[in-house]
């Protein structure tokens, strides 16, 4: 434990939680609509559910998360928390180095809000740690904090594979065994192909549980200037998000499977 702690990963215990499953009727006679318009919200997507059997099911973090994409936000926080889902890999371009800054500070605060252990992967970068450090406490990061609490990790990997045998691949093995959600980020300030960040995120999920990962991998337009619309698509595919932010707005997709009929 004393080796995880000099690298800010010591392990706390998890928050287990027994969630609710909600019937169909259950969930409309909260909303007050149909039951038709909850199964209609099921088949397109719209709503999280399971179908064990023949009926749907609604765990109440999914109806809570529909809710909540429903309202308008109004922070750069309140709007990635309504857009973000656990699991989920996301890439995204920044116009520039202090908006890939905010967007990756705001990253870490809502995998701080679900009790996460946040991992931040340096090897794409050029900046120090300590201007790292700088930019996440102005950007509303309670880094010092978290530091000490053992919930954020620093690694210098580009691939997250070479963390496998270090103090980090431990903390994350630690993570997957507790049940605990990873919230890892990847930054590029160097130019990347999309290859590299989604091979990023793939390693990744093979570090941990993957059915409790978030992983963000972004980077500036000025490293992505030779990325193509039809690379822009394929940010999307295989369940990636993509988020465009600039300084006249942002931009938060997603792809869902093609319905079958």
């Known amino acids: 434990m004393a080796s995880l702690q000099r690298w800010g990963c010591s392990v706390s215990e998890p928050i287990h939680r027994d969630e609710a499953l909600l019937s169909v009727d259950e969930v409309a006679e909260r909303l007050a609509v149909q039951p038709t318009t909850v199964h209609r919200w099921c088949r397109e997507g719209q709503l999280s559910c399971l179908k064990p059997g023949k009926s749907w099911r609604i765990r109440l973090s999914s109806l809570d998360a529909f809710l909540r994409r429903g309202e308008q936000p109004r922070t750069l926080l309140e709007q990635l928390r309504a857009y973000i889902s656990v699991p989920y890999h996301l890439v995204a371009v920044a116009q520039d180095e202090p908006l890939l800054h905010r967007l990756d500070a705001t990253f870490f605060r809502l995998g701080e809000e679900r009790d996460g252990l946040l991992v931040k992967f340096l090897g794409g970068e050029t900046n120090s740690r300590q201007t790292l450090r700088e930019s996440f406490r102005r950007n509303g990061l309670d880094i010092d904090r978290l530091e000490g609490a053992g919930r954020f990790c620093w690694s210098e990997a580009v691939d997250p594979a070479e963390a496998r045998e270090t103090d980090l691949g431990q903390a994350l093995a630690h993570a997957s065994r507790d049940g605990r959600e990873v919230w890892a980020g990847f930054n590029w300030t160097r130019d990347v192909d999309l290859a590299t960040m989604v091979a990023q995120q793939d390693h990744m999920a093979a570090l941990v549980d993957p059915t409790r990962l978030v992983v ?19 940010a999307q595919t295989s369940s990636r998000g993509l988020i465009r932010i600039s300084h006249s707005g942002l931009v938060l997709s997603r792809a869902v499977p093609l319905p079958t009929q």
Do not use: G, I, M
């Not at 963000?216 to 394929?234: G, M, N």
């Open 216 to 234: 963000k991998t972004a980077t500036v337009e000025a490293a992505a200037e030779d990325w193509t619309p039809t690379a822009l698509r394929q």
